[in-house]
């Protein structure tokens, strides 16, 4: 009776089928079958004998990376720019969406949303070379404090710059784009609503408070748990292109200790070891922040 009705159901869905194909054979090929490739953390991976050739050595990756002198350096990093990304990053698309939804002028509004939007499309390369040219001892940042009486400084030089740089071009590049889901969410809300908080007597600010965000509320949290299941998936790319040996000290974090180690020491299973730490550890958060918002707002992924 099973296959009766998978059949009939393929028969009457199949053009849907047929275009979510794609998508199946990308994540079967670009995420599934590299699991496989996992099994040489727990080996001493050597390409001449292959993955299974290779010989077993259980944890021993993982107990050097604990035993690592750069081992709290990169988890330490990787938290607080996370932390930081998200504690400024989260809540900055939806409060740039609430303020795009009060504006009264279409055309102004489609011109803001195009502008915020466009960050997002520019290719990393072309945004770190933005930044360093900005925070050069000659660039922008710096002929602005030298035009009031400040000293030149050499940005990404100093490692205490690194992550002010690093979160406000996140934000930068971001803000526009995330506004997109919570826009939509926002025109989801039933009209009806606000004609009520208005003959209530509140003002847009209370509408936002007791309409606006409980209307977005779920959208919210949805996209809350998937931030916090990818908090230690701190891009590398833009780390790799900004940051020197002279900053390694806030700017080394787990993937581009993986990329060091794996790319450039060859250094195989070792930081397939990490990588697999890294991972376990945001599929535990993901699970935990799900149990949690389940709980407390009942929204949740599953």
């Known amino acids: 009776m099973l296959k009766t009705r998978l059949g009939k159901d393929l028969l009457r869905n199949k053009w849907l089928y047929v275009m979510i194909l794609p998508v199946v054979i990308y994540y079967v090929l670009f995420h599934y079958v590299p699991l496989y490739g996992t099994i040489i953390a727990f080996k001493q991976f050597v390409p001449a004998k292959g993955i ?51 504006l009264k002028s279409p055309i102004f509004r ?23 040219y900005f925070t050069l001892s000659d660039g922008l940042l710096n002929d602005v404090i030298a035009f009031f009486g400040g000293e030149r400084i050499s940005f990404l030089q100093q490692p ?14 971001q803000i526009g784009w995330g506004t997109i889901i919570y826009l939509a969410a926002i025109t989801g809300i ?42 230690m998936n701190v891009g590398f790319e833009k780390i790799i292109l900004l940051y020197s040996a002279s900053i390694y000290e806030t700017a080394d974090v787990i993937s581009t200790y993986v990329y060091r180690k794996g790319i450039l020491e060859f250094s195989y299973s070792y930081s397939a070891a990490v990588g697999l730490l890294n991972s376990v550890i945001n599929f535990t958060i993901l699970l935990l922040a799900n149990s949690f918002s389940k709980r407390a707002s009942k929204n949740s992924l599953w």
Request: hydrophobic fraction near 50%.
């Open 160 to 173: 205490e710059s690194f992550r002010p740089i690093y979160i406000i071009s996140e934000i930068w590049q």
């Open 190 to 231: 039933d009209q009806q609503q606000y004609e009520a908080a208005k003959m209530d007597g509140a003002n847009k600010l209370q509408q936002i408070r007791h309409v606006t965000l409980p209307g977005i509320l779920p959208t919210i949290m949805i996209m809350l748990i998937l931030s916090l299941g990818n908090i």
């Open 110 to 132: 489609r011109i803001t949303q195009t502008i915020t939007y466009m960050p997002h499309f520019i290719t990393l390369v072309v945004v770190a070379g933005i930044i360093r």
């Open 52 to 102: 299974l050739g290779s010989d077993w050595v259980g944890l021993k990756h993982f107990e050097d990376f604990f035993s690592s002198i750069y081992f709290f350096r990169v988890i330490k990093n990787t938290v607080l720019l996370s932390f930081f990304n998200l504690l400024l990053g989260f809540p900055a698309p939806i409060i740039l969406a609430l303020l795009l939804n009060e």
